[in-house]
T-cell receptor, first 119, second 112 residues
């Protein structure tokens, strides 16, 4: 079974531009989560999508947005890029999103990430 | 929300020795604890996980222990090899949502 794929792998943008990153989850997985990884802050949760709906959201400004398509593929968009947005953006897929009535938590499998550099 | 602390931040061991990485968590509702290994230029890869109804889990040279009362869990790697060199992350999650809280990572170096 193919793993999580992310495109592009590397991206260079300038301040003020916007960027769209793509993530294709493992076949059959319906939940996609996005993370930002930086040396100083570690892995920080951006948001999670399940069945085309945003289920959870981290503490990031509104410049960071995402969406999920009916085939579970997800995109995240960052508008008005800032130097501090330079990071490795990771997506992770799992079988389904958690819920208060469901026992256990599904394992998350990460993609290779998109390295974004903002100049 | 959940707070996960991970120690040490760096760890160097001689090949063949054991390595132990420890994490603590704050939310007693957390019930799932995965460990990830991240090599340079790659995304984190799941290496082992444990759920709160189990105290210990082992997979060849890797084991994880969980102490729910003390709210801490540890990764044990025995007979370390140079290819074990990487950054290791612990995480905690609960059934209230699918959000994972990650530790700050441990950079493990295995010296040949």
């Amino acid at each position: 079974k193919a793993g999580v794929t992310q495109t592009p792998r590397y991206l260079i943008k300038t301040r003020g531009q916007q960027v769209t990153l793509s993530c294709s989850p493992i076949s059959g997985h319906r939940s996609v989560s996005w993370y930002q990884q930086t040396p100083g802050q570690g892995l920080q949760f951006l948001f999670e999508y399940f069945s085309e709906t945003q289920r959870n959201k981290g503490n990031f400004p509104g410049r960071f947005s995402g969406r999920q398509f009916s085939n579970s593929r997800s995109e995240m968009n960052v508008s008005t890029l800032e130097l501090g947005d330079s990071a490795l953006y990771l997506c992770a897929s799992s079988l389904r999103a958690g819920s208060g009535t469901r026992r256990g938590t599904d394992t998350q499998y990460f993609g290779p990430g998109t390295r974004l550099t903002v100049l | 929300g959940e707070n996960v602390e991970q120690h040490p931040s760096t760890l160097s061991v001689q090949e063949g020795d054991s390595a132990v990485i420890k994490c603590t968590y704050s939310d007693s509702a957390s019930n799932y604890f995965p460990w990830y290994k991240q090599e340079l230029g790659k995304g984190p890869q799941l290496i082992i996980d444990i759920r709160s109804n189990v105290g210990e889990k082992k997979d060849q040279r890797i084991a994880v222990t969980l102490n729910k009362t003390a709210k801490h869990f540890s990764l044990h790697i025995t007979e370390t090899q140079p290819e074990d060199s990487a950054v290791y992350f612990c995480a905690a999650s609960n059934e209230a949502g699918n959000q994972f809280y990650f530790g700050t990572g441990t950079s493990l170096t295995v010296i040949p």
